[in-house]
């Protein structure tokens, strides 16, 4: 199975599912299961349990909400409120369109905001570039504020870029790049390192994953998977599979 290739549903309101018709849907769903349980069985199931809640659950509305404003200071905040108090003037006046001055005030109003947002964030932009190029060049952490605060859009590329003492510029950045991340790859040589120690621990490992290869798995019983059910918390998010313990609960004892 592959959870990161599903597609995770929203959580289920499960007060207004009918507990009834939900252990029919899934009961009719695993008649159809073959004895022997594999991967391709159990990933039946999970979607079977998936797919009768949600389809017996209420759809809500989605909410979509407004987008706010990357960058905030005086001048936009004085902007907003313009730019609202210019279109209450044009609604009141019946929205008029072609030459009319309530018209032309609302558009100015929200040029002039439109303006003072796009200098905010290049200013923003322009403080943190000139942020990190001050500080110490030679310093990872340096680096690593660089490669996370730059954001990947039009007109905002790194323009130079320092791994150790070597500088890249331009179509050599990606060079950079690569020479950091391979050398963060590479065993370093360091005579406090104890092989002796690292031998034990890759031993001890190998040990490790042999006994739990081998081990015999002990059978459940099915009053042991009813306590064990019974004993989960509720009211939690679901999983890549969008199972959720309420999807095990809800189940009648036949079920199992």
Same mark, same amino acid.
């Given at each position: 199975?592959?959870?990161?290739?599903?597609?995770?549903?929203?959580?289920?309101?499960?007060?207004?599912?009918?507990?009834?018709?939900?252990?029919?849907?899934?009961?009719?769903?695993?008649?159809?299961?073959?004895?022997?349980?594999?991967?391709?069985?159990?990933?039946?199931?999970?979607?079977?349990?998936?797919?009768?809640?949600?389809?017996?659950?209420?759809?809500?509305?989605?909410?979509?909400?407004?987008?706010?404003?990357?960058?905030?200071?005086?001048?936009? &905040? +004085?902007?907003?409120?313009?730019?609202?108090?210019?279109?209450? %003037?044009?609604? &009141? %006046?019946?929205?008029?369109?072609?030459?009319?001055?309530?018209?032309?005030?609302?558009?100015? %109003? $929200?040029?002039?905001?439109?303006?003072?947002?796009?200098?905010? $964030?290049?200013?923003?932009?322009?403080?943190?570039?000139?942020?990190? $190029?001050?500080? &110490?060049?030679?310093?990872?952490?340096?680096?690593?504020?660089?490669?996370?605060?730059?954001?990947?859009?039009?007109?905002?590329?790194?323009?130079?870029?320092?791994?150790? +003492?070597?500088?890249?510029?331009?179509?050599?950045?990606?060079?950079?790049?690569?020479?950091?991340?391979?050398?963060?790859?590479?065993?370093?040589?360091?005579?406090?390192?104890?092989?002796?120690?690292?031998?034990?621990?890759? $031993?001890?490992?190998?040990?490790?994953?042999?006994?739990?290869?081998?081990?015999?798995?002990?059978?459940?019983?099915?009053?042991?998977?009813?306590?064990?059910?019974?004993?989960?918390?509720?009211?939690? %998010?679901?999983?890549?599979?969008?199972?959720?313990?309420?999807?095990?609960?809800?189940?009648?004892?036949?079920?199992?």
């Amino acid at each position: 199975m592959k959870p990161e290739e599903r597609v995770i549903s929203t959580k289920v309101n499960w007060r207004t599912i009918d507990k009834h018709l939900y252990s029919i849907s899934v009961k009719d769903g695993l008649v159809t299961l073959e004895t022997e349980i594999d991967n391709g069985n159990v990933e039946e199931v999970v979607k079977d349990l998936s797919e009768s809640a949600s389809n017996l659950a209420s759809r809500r509305k989605p909410f979509n909400s407004k987008p706010k404003l990357k960058v905030w200071n005086p001048e936009i &905040r +004085n902007n907003v409120m313009n730019m609202k108090s210019a279109y209450k %003037a044009w609604k &009141r %006046a019946g929205r008029p369109r072609g030459e009319s001055s309530l018209l032309t005030e609302k558009s100015l %109003a $929200i040029r002039a905001l439109r303006s003072s947002v796009r200098q905010s $964030i290049a200013k923003k932009v322009y403080e943190l570039k000139q942020e990190i $190029i001050e500080s &110490r060049k030679y310093d990872s952490r340096t680096f690593h504020k660089l490669v996370n605060n730059q954001p990947n859009k039009q007109g905002r590329i790194i323009t130079d870029l320092y791994v150790g +003492n070597q500088r890249y510029q331009e179509d050599k950045i990606v060079c950079g790049y690569h020479d950091h991340f391979e050398a963060l790859g590479q065993q370093a040589a360091n005579d406090l390192f104890d092989n002796v120690y690292d031998e034990i621990v890759n $031993i001890e490992y190998e040990l490790t994953v042999n006994m739990n290869r081998n081990q015999y798995v002990q059978p459940v019983t099915k009053i042991e998977l009813e306590k064990a059910v019974k004993s989960l918390k509720t009211g939690k %998010a679901p999983d890549v599979y969008n199972m959720s313990v309420e999807h095990i609960l809800n189940y009648e004892d036949s079920t199992f």
